[in-house]
């Protein structure tokens, strides 16, 4: 079964610091996203990301956040200037057409990031 | 606008039903469940895009109806395997990116 593969699994930093986390997706998937989920709460939208451009992002993702996929395979997700309530995990996510013609998300298992 | 679930949480014993219903203040014109467990990734369990449409696959079905603006979820002979928390989402935004619920936990004992 195809995976979506995120590194780091765990991930501490300062208040401050740039992290960059990383998703490889599934092959033939052409739509992406970032999700987080702040320990025990709701699974969030950050952003998505189709034909090599941000598709739409929400409230949460400001410009601290940006999104790259640099080589064609990896998609990575840049903080500049974390801050304490930026300690959650992020998911990547996949999917072959988006939500829009039904199929459904490959969810990678996180990177749990803690800033401190 | 973000899914509205209900219950938040529901307990059951090995081979007990539940119902875990989606609701949404907007048209909706799919669904998506997603079942999380305990530090693990949401795993996709179905997707149901018309009005009246339902799908199952074991024990776990869903209905979605459209004029009600709501899904639900049935879980049917609960086992052990079934414990984790229920997301449902729907369509956010102009791409339609999905927009989660809070999610129920569901714990069964045995």
């Known amino acids: 079964e195809p995976e979506v593969t995120q590194t780091p699994s765990h991930q501490v930093t300062q208040m401050g610091q740039e992290v960059i986390l990383r998703c490889v997706p599934i092959?033939?998937?052409?739509?992406f996203y970032w999700y987080r989920q702040i320990l025990g709460q709701k699974v969030e939208f950050l952003v998505s990301?189709?034909?090599?451009?941000?598709?739409?992002k929400s409230e949460i993702f400001d410009d601290q956040f940006s999104v790259e996929r640099p080589d064609g395979s990896n998609f990575t997700l840049k903080i500049r200037s974390t801050k304490l309530e930026d300690s959650a995990m992020y998911f990547c996510?996949?999917?072959?057409?988006?939500?829009?013609?039904?199929?459904?998300?490959?969810f990678g298992s996180g990177t749990r990031l803690t800033v401190v | 606008q973000q899914p509205v679930q209900s219950p938040q949480a529901v307990i059951l014993r090995e081979g007990e039903d539940a119902v875990i219903n989606c609701s949404s203040s907007?048209?909706?014109?799919?669904v998506h469940w997603y079942r999380q467990k305990h530090g693990e990734a949401p795993v996709f369990l179905m997707i149901?895009?018309?009005?009246?449409e339902q799908k199952g696959h074991d024990k776990i079905s869903a209905s979605f109806n459209e004029k009600k603006q709501q899904s639900s979820l049935y879980l049917t002979a609960s086992q052990l395997s079934y414990s984790g928390t229920y997301f449902c989402?729907?369509?956010?935004?102009?791409?339609?990116?999905?927009?989660f619920g809070k999610g129920t936990k569901l714990s069964v004992k045995p």
């Open positions: 996510a996949s999917s072959v057409w988006g939500q829009l013609r039904g199929t459904g998300y490959t």
């Open positions: 092959s033939n998937h052409l739509y």
């Open positions: 990301f189709y034909n090599n451009e941000i598709s739409e």
């Open positions: 907007k048209a909706l014109y799919s």
């Open positions: 149901l895009l018309k009005g009246g």
């Open positions: 989402g729907t369509p956010g935004g102009s791409q339609g990116n999905l927009i």
